[in-house]
């Protein structure tokens, strides 16, 4: 299988997911979620505000969206004091032909973004800070990928945009890569949120981060732990509508 052809995919009426000699579209991710997540909620009988229609979640197929996605990374970087790099070839729209970016629009602008990198030969990015760690995990079977370029714009949900990324980030991962673990490298600062709303755990120690000149902490998550916290804040529900209703 080569998971890099993305080009004919689709998600919430845009292309999604389309690999070279085998289809995971939406009547896979369908088939994998919907009916264990409606079984969940039920035995969970889960009530609260219904989740927010004007909401419409995309993989960045465009030169437009992975431009706007960029440009938010950028200015929400910059706005914590990182160094991030303007020139296009320093800090290009992908990595390598395995990232997935996807992106969270609402009626008047893209509100949120992230980056799902699969591994392949090049590794993952966070092996440049955090040299071994990932290396280990796969040596013991894992199949790893990690989650960069996170950013949600100023004003916007957080919450309700952050478990939408990740949601999907993860049913990706999940059901058409079978990846068992997912890395991050946060700031130090943020690892109480990601450990305690997420359930990640440290897997490595600060280090300066050469792509950003800050701290970096690698922390490490489970895709079934993942899982289970992006329930308890409501993602499934957010993410079930969704995902039945679009084309």
Known sequence: MN????????LFGIPFVTYAGLQHGLESLRAHALPRWREEETQANSTGAPPDSSLRIAVATTLEQHEAAQDLVRRRYASRGYEVETNA???PLQRTASDVTFVVESAEALIGTVTLGLD??????AERTHDGVIAQARANGCRVCEVTRL????????????????????????????VTDVFI???PRHVAFYSRALGFIIAAGER???????PSV??????????????????????RPLLANAA
């Open 218 to 239: 690698l922390l490490r998550a489970e895709l079934d732990v993942l899982e289970h916290r992006l329930s308890l804040m409501g993602a499934k529900r957010t993410m």
């Open 89 to 91: 070839s320093s800090f």
């Open 120 to 125: 392949g030969p090049e590794g993952l990015l």
């Open 208 to 214: 300066i981060c050469e792509r950003v000149r800050a």
């Open 185 to 187: 490298e946060v700031n």
């Open 151 to 178: 950013a949600v714009a100023e004003g916007a949900d957080s919450r309700t945009v952050l478990s939408l990324l990740l949601s999907l980030a993860h049913l990706v991962a999940r059901t058409v890569h079978e």
């Open 3 to 10: 998971p890099t052809d993305i080009a004919n995919a689709l």
